[in-house]
């Protein structure tokens, strides 16, 4: 069983920088990449950020493409978020998942508790 626990969430003002961590933890060969997804209050999760195992390649949501960026540590077993020019939009609870990729939660098996992500000032 995969654990996924994420840190790096908290308070910013808009336009700055925050960067998520999602550590993986156990054992699991059912899953093929790994994602960040939010959500706000009164809406649906979405997905933000897509990394593919196989081949590294990357996609963002149009809402955060040029703002975003999701990496991978292969030694630490981390996945990254780093988010800049943040806007007041983007808050929401940031979720890390893991399963076979795409923008369908339902496609990831395994979850993170979530960080909470404030932009106000």
């Known amino acids: 069983q995969l654990q996924l626990v994420e840190s790096g969430g908290g308070l910013v003002q808009p336009g700055g920088s925050l960067r998520l961590s999602c550590s993986a933890s156990?054992?699991?060969?059912?899953?093929?990449?790994m994602s960040w997804f939010r959500q706000a209050p009164g809406k649906e999760r979405e997905g933000v950020a897509i990394i593919n195992f196989t081949d590294g390649s990357t996609i963002y949501a149009e809402s955060v493409e040029g703002r975003f960026t999701i990496s991978r540590d292969n030694a630490e077993n981390t996945v990254y978020l780093q988010m800049n020019s943040l806007k007041p939009e983007d808050t929401a609870i940031y979720y890390c998942?893991?399963?076979?990729?795409?923008?369908?939660?339902?496609?990831?098996?395994?979850w993170g508790q979530g960080t909470q992500v404030t932009v106000s000032s």
């Open positions: 156990g054992f699991a060969s059912d899953y093929y990449a």
């Open positions: 998942a893991a399963g076979i990729g795409g923008w369908v939660a339902d496609w990831y098996h395994y």
